[in-house]
């Protein structure tokens, strides 16, 4: 057991925006090795069918399986919610944590009026795994869902703030800011990992009565509890190493993947691997 606590925590998202995620754990366990795959060849997931996302996201498993984990993170939202069972059985025992969850726990704890909306792709709506998540801790909640298939695209192009942002999430969310009950939503979840680095135009499309909850903080918790309780928690003694791979583009990568992280990555950081 203490042998596999060096090993590093990995990473799976479909392209960057999981770096969110990657982010969030960095901070909080400052000393555990991360290893980040992003299969940025085959963005986006979100509007593919689930037998094609649970084949992708098994490939990538298996890869970052060769390289040594001590924990899969899967930090997409896409994948957790079409592949997370798939993983599970494939990788016992070695515990495999998701976004959905998390974020639902977090959404359900900041909640006043028990009206969430969530927002996510398309795929991650249709699978109605958030609003399973939060029912089962909320059952009283009413749950709102809306597809906002290119906050992706815009995400990976580096678009936080402007007038199109703010048109295109107009576009998305003005008409489920009201339920048929008349009562609004007090609490949105930003359901897929992409859509964080949109959060402020959002926010202020939203308005400053509607929390916007990005999972990635409450992940992080996750991922420290399991392993403690686990006894997986490395050295704490020591700074922890970062590694990334991307299946596309190592010069994209690194230049979508600095506002991901808020810092500069350079290409020499990014190996480029095929799955």
Not at 6 to 22: K, Y
Not at 93 to 108: R, W
Request: hydrophobic share 45%; proline share 5%; net charge negative.
């Amino acid at each position: 057991m203490q042998e596999q606590a060096h090993l590093p925590i990995g990473l799976f998202d479909s392209g960057m925006g999981g770096l969110t995620v990657f982010k969030a754990i960095a901070q909080r366990l400052p000393w555990e090795d991360l290893l980040y795959l992003g299969d940025t060849a085959r963005l986006p997931y979100g509007t593919k069918g689930r037998e094609t996302i649970i084949r992708y996201t098994l490939l990538a498993a298996r890869r970052l399986v060769e390289r040594g984990m001590k924990m899969l993170v899967v930090a997409c939202n896409t994948a957790t919610a079409n592949a997370l069972p798939d993983l599970r059985k494939e990788l016992a025992p070695l515990p495999v944590v998701g976004v959905v969850e998390p974020g639902a726990q977090a959404a359900v704890d900041v909640s006043r009026n028990g009206h969430i909306l969530v927002i996510a792709t398309e795929a991650t709506i249709k699978s109605a795994v958030y609003e399973h998540a939060i029912v089962r801790l909320r059952p009283n909640a009413c749950c709102s869902a809306k597809a906002c298939t290119l906050f992706v695209p815009m995400a990976e192009e580096g678009l936080m703030q402007g007038h199109l942002v703010e048109e295109m999430a107009h576009y998305y969310l003005d008409d489920v800011l009201v339920h048929a009950s008349g009562e609004k939503p007090d609490t949105m979840i930003l359901g897929c990992t992409h859509f964080p680095l949109l959060k402020q135009t959002l926010a202020e499309v939203v308005g400053p009565e509607v929390t916007v909850v990005d999972p990635a903080s409450n992940v992080a918790l996750c991922v420290h509890r399991e392993l403690e309780a686990l006894g997986l928690l490395g050295d704490m003694g020591k700074l922890g190493r970062h590694h990334f791979m991307t299946t596309d583009n190592q010069e994209r990568f690194a230049r979508t993947g600095s506002l991901f992280l808020g810092r500069t990555l350079s290409c020499e950081e990014i190996e480029l691997v095929d799955l």
